[in-house]
């Protein structure tokens, strides 16, 4: 059964930093592509940031220069660091995988970050 189970979450300020961890169990992850999604209340769910097996990432646009993905296979594990947060950061954050960039199909249970201004 996979299971994926974020870590890292919490209150800040904005122009902190914060360091997500998402590890992962049940499958061989090598293989599949890793992201980050976030929900912010009354929004929907959006993306983050991605990476495949080979290690091409994509990123959104409002995060792009601030927030980094990055994976250990050995550990089954996939990070983000979010640097320079602002309020409108604020949200669950979600750890998913799948098979491409464009296909998730497991999702973590998500932790929440809150920027203060």
């Known amino acids: 059964q996979v299971q994926l189970v974020e870590s890292g979450g919490g209150l800040v300020q904005a122009g902190g930093s914060l360091r997500l961890s998402c590890a992962a169990s049940?499958?061989?992850?090598?293989?599949?592509?890793m992201g980050w999604f976030r929900q912010a209340p009354g929004k929907q769910r959006e993306l983050v940031a991605g990476?495949?097996?080979?290690?091409?990432?994509n990123y959104a646009d409002s995060v792009k220069g601030r927030f980094t993905i990055s994976r250990d296979n050995a550990k089954n594990t996939v990070y983000l660091q979010m640097n320079s947060l602002k309020p409108e950061d604020t949200a669950v954050y979600y750890c998913?995988?799948?098979?491409?960039?464009?296909?998730?199909?497991?999702w973590g249970q998500g932790t929440q970050v809150t920027v203060s201004s």
């Open positions: 998913t995988t799948g098979p491409s960039l464009v296909s998730y199909n497991y």
């Open positions: 049940g499958r061989t992850f090598s293989r599949y592509a």
């Open positions: 990476i495949t097996s080979g290690g091409t990432t």
